[in-house]
């Protein structure tokens, strides 16, 4: 166990150029990295033939059955006491979690892990082998529940399908069935007799935010008493696989071959995945940020979709200083000042 809560020691060895209150922070480069960042697409497009490879590489890249990384790190490291949970969502998938008791509190936060991570954040991963390009330090979600924890918000971190040890399925589907475990995390906080009254809050990153957006489309009376939402990158599958054919200097002509490339392994095409027709219906405060310059998406797709939310009271921040996916993960770690105030005027 750390002396230094996380966020702290990062604070200390990042040297960055932070300034209070605007919450900027100059990211320096990783060491020893040697890609170039956002990718250089090739000057002349690739033969047909390796075209056609890139795109079945992309429908096979939504595969269930790929292996991912333990839980890397327990709640017991920041000294918070847990319990192993499992609950099971409507199509009969089995998911595992913490449940980080708050003494005292009737007010509870429901974490939605980003792709590739788990409950627990991401190991370290090679340059070679990032989940997203440029992005391959590891990450450790334990420090976020630890401040939300002492901020008095009991915890449910669980893994979403094809994470952690939360049961495998056929296909990574970004948000759209991972909804179902979405809706399981939100009953089983109902059936607990500990936690059956507790105000709920939602914390949801990346696909984690994604299947949040699909599940209170899908199931919004299990809503009804989830006070606040706090959204980290949402990521429209669209926008993505078009930043990944451009590095790849492929042409958008090829647009339409991706969308089926994903349908044929997961079910649905483009237009299924889209965020936007989702945030229409959101009728909770959500706060959104996002890594301003993040060249896996534009910035235009976490505006559309902000913009989309029906609702006043919303806001959207965006991360300077940086091009890289993973800061949006550490972020909260390191200034939590925002989401906790956001929870704390929303929940009570
Ligand atoms: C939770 O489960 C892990 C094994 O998956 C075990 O090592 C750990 O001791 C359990 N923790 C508690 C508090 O039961
Ligand atoms: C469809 O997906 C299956 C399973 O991944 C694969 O074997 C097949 O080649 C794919 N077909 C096309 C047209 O991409």
Redesign the pocket.
Known sequence: MRATPFFLAILSTMTPSLVIGQETTTYPPLPGETGTYPPTPPETPPPENVIQAILSGIGSGFLGTQNFPP?HH???EEGL????VTFTSEDGVSC?G?FIPAQGSDKIIIANHPRWFNRAGIPEYSEADARAPGSWWAVNFVPDYKILHDAGYNILAYDYRNHG?TDSTYAHTLGLLEAHDVAASLRYVRSREDTKHMKIGLFSRCVGANANLHASTLYPELFENVQAQVFAQPLTVRVRMSRIMEYAGISDDYSEAVSDSIRNTTGYGFADYELVPLAEHVQIPTFVFQVHDDFNTRPSDVQSVFDAIPIEDKKLYWIQGTNRRWHAYSWFQEHPEQVVDWFDRLMV
């Open positions: 839980i327990w709640p017991e006491a847990y319990e192993n595992s913490w040890l």
